[in-house]
């Protein structure tokens, strides 16, 4: 299976995992020449930039690893543009969602890691 697939797969079980929890939707795969950002979500006091991390297992690494220093700056230049072009009194918050699927899409009963204010 190829990884676009899985990618939107593990980004609409976070979105549902975070409607759960009470987040409301705001938008999807946010591009900017500086890169993209998987869920932006709001509560009722958080706009949430969020990124979503897939994995098998976490035996060579936790999926929250991947988000280095490097992406961290990537996703902060993304949502600065995107704040600039929409207006909130929200406070900006980016979070890591890692979800373990030794399965891919077939996998029954993921293990989902939301990580509030990972950067």
């Not at 949430?48 to 936790?62: G, I, T, W």
Request: proline letters at 3%; one cysteine or more.
């Amino acid at each position: 299976m190829n990884t676009k697939i899985q990618g939107r797969w593990g980004e609409a079980l976070a979105l549902d995992y975070l409607r759960r929890k009470k987040y409301e939707a705001v938008g999807m795969g946010y591009r900017t020449r500086y890169g993209e950002i998987d869920l932006i979500v709001k509560n009722r006091e958080f706009i949430v930039f969020a990124e979503v991390k897939l994995r098998k297992s976490d035996k060579f690494a936790q999926a929250r690893e991947f988000v280095d220093r490097s992406k961290q700056e990537r996703l902060r230049k993304t949502a600065a543009l995107w704040l600039c072009e929409h207006e909130t009194a929200l406070q900006p918050r980016f979070d890591v969602i890692e979800i373990y699927a030794p399965y891919g899409t077939e996998t029954r009963l993921p293990t989902i890691n939301h990580i509030e204010n990972a950067f």
